[in-house]
Nanobody, 123 residues
Framework: QLPVVESGGGLVQPGGSLRLSCTAPGFALEHYAVGWFRQAPGKEREGVACIDSTAATTRYADSVKGRFAISRDNAKRTVYLEMNSLKPDDTMNYYC????????????????WGQGTQVTVSS
């Protein structure tokens, strides 16, 4: 499968905000379900938020509900993850993934993956 590309990571202070973006240079992302995942060294990759192709359905991990928002602008062929009230525990590498089918919000539900973008929350 062709990859997706994440951008927008960086260093922010606790309580700050960051917006990540996901694009697909080689295919029409607007037709795909998209998920955001994150992983710390030595830990399992975990689902953060997922969205179907039309944004009719979204899913969030309990740890980010009320703080993060997944959205998409299909005219721009871009999916976003708005992260607010960031905590040090949010410090991880964040991955975008896409699949033609919305099967769930676990890593195994997605076939096309990006390389990741680092998010560090620290004072």
């Amino acid at each position: 499968q062709l990859p997706v590309v994440e951008s927008g990571g960086g260093l922010v202070q606790p309580g700050g905000s960051l917006r990540l973006s996901c694009t697909a240079p080689g295919f029409a992302l607007e037709h795909y379900a998209v998920g955001w995942f994150r992983q710390a060294p030595g830990k399992e990759r975990e689902g953060v938020a997922c969205i179907d192709s039309t944004a009719a359905t979204t899913r969030y991990a309990d740890s980010v509900k009320g703080r993060f928002a997944i959205s998409r602008d299909n005219a721009k062929r871009t999916v976003y993850l708005e992260m607010n009230s960031l905590k040090p525990d949010d410090t991880m590498n964040y991955y975008c993934a896409a699949d033609l089918w919305f099967k769930g919000c676990s890593p195994g539900d997605f076939s096309s993956w990006g390389q990741g973008t680092q998010v560090t929350v620290s004072s």
